[in-house]
């Protein structure tokens, strides 16, 4: 949940999704859109579909346990190298070494060169070859860099390795900000009696997995449809990840839709179905 999440937000999340999902059994009974539905805020959804299939083989396959053996680990859905490394060396306190961007930072700041993850594990390894608790090593890695050797303002005069570190005391540029660009997209609210249209194969490409209202990117299923009024309910600026847009969402009415890529949800079924955050926003 953390990749590319804040703390804050999965803070916020993650009390009501272990209450549904407590375990790796609790998984056994739920298909991915109950999955979809809890994991909806967090975006990244295919990490949401990843953690589902390794679920779903950890319990066929491992009978509920996470494997301990790198290689296995790498053969489930979604888990890479730093994750398996993570899971081997915090999970299973085995020698192994999650190389995050704050260990990246740190380590290539004290030897002041830039080397790929394989030759800093293996510094590390060279390193550290006497050290047993591999669990305190890394996560103390990774929340040293990130509160001591700050990525534009690092603390030099309290760090304890600014004796041999190669940067110690170098100035580093703050981040230029850019002004951001936000990009303009149509969602549309198309009624019949008290159904609501949703399209099948979105062209958005961050909520495929969900019910997905028709936007102004499904160009062939505009095509399709005649509407005789365009009536704006709403408009504000949202993000997904590091991706920025201008919503603007309108009422399609007194249409005709020769379009058969599209379901139909009655109105009140809608708390029932898989729905991201910006659609709840949409539509309750
Ligand atoms: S001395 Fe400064 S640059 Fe070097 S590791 Fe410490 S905080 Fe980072």
Known sequence: MLQQTSVKTVENKLKVYLDKFPNFSSYRSKKLNDLLSSWSGLGYYNRAENLFKSIKIINEKYKGKIPSNKFELLSLPGIGQYTANAILSIGFNKKAYPIDVNIRRLLNRILDCTLTDEELERVLDISFKNKRNFRHFSESMMDYSSSICKKSSPLCNECIFNKFCKSAYKKFD?????????????????????????????????????????????????????????????????SITNHRFKINVYNLKNLKINYQNIKWVKKTELKKIALPTLFKKILY
Do not use: R, T
Request: charged share 30%; hydrophobic share 40%; proline share 3%.
């Open 174 to 238: 703050k981040k230029i900000l850019k002004k951001i660009k936000h990009q303009n997209l149509e969602f549309y609210i198309i009624k019949k009696n008290n159904l609501l249209c949703f399209i099948k194969n979105p062209s958005f490409q961050f909520y495929k997995k969900f019910n997905h209202l028709p936007s102004n990117l499904d160009k062939k299923f505009i095509s399709f449809i005649k509407f005789a009024e365009k009536q704006k309910v709403m408009s504000f600026k949202y």
